[in-house]
């Protein structure tokens, strides 16, 4: 219930959607296409939701039985972790340098 309440809330997206549906003339194309945007999101949130409960019961089982490997994977993903989000920035803060360069700033 959660997951379909977080899909059905209006987001910025679904309503520029709107306005610009409204612009053209095209309400209910707009209205039909905030519903389906918000589909999304539920279905989104809700395999998320799933998966992270499903693996933690995977990883609790795991744990139970040999707790030298869980403590080297738990290290294992939480170093892995930083290093793809310092990546991820790294990529984004390389990339806006790039486009501020070639725009003549």
Excluded at 23 to 51: D, K, P, Q
Aim: positive net charge.
């Amino acid at each position: 219930m959660l997951s379909l309440a977080v899909g059905l809330r209006p987001c910025s997206g679904a309503i520029l959607v709107l306005l610009f549906a409204q612009s053209i003339g095209l309400y209910w194309a707009g209205v039909v296409s905030t519903f389906v945007m918000g589909l999304g999101t539920f279905a989104t949130v809700a395999l998320v939701a799933t998966l992270a409960v499903y693996s933690k019961q995977l990883a609790t089982r795991y744990a139970a039985q040999d707790s030298r490997w869980m403590s080297w994977l738990n290290f294992s993903l939480r170093f892995g972790g930083g290093a793809v989000i310092v990546l991820a920035g790294l990529g984004l803060a390389l990339a806006s340098y790039q486009g501020i360069s070639d725009a003549g700033f």
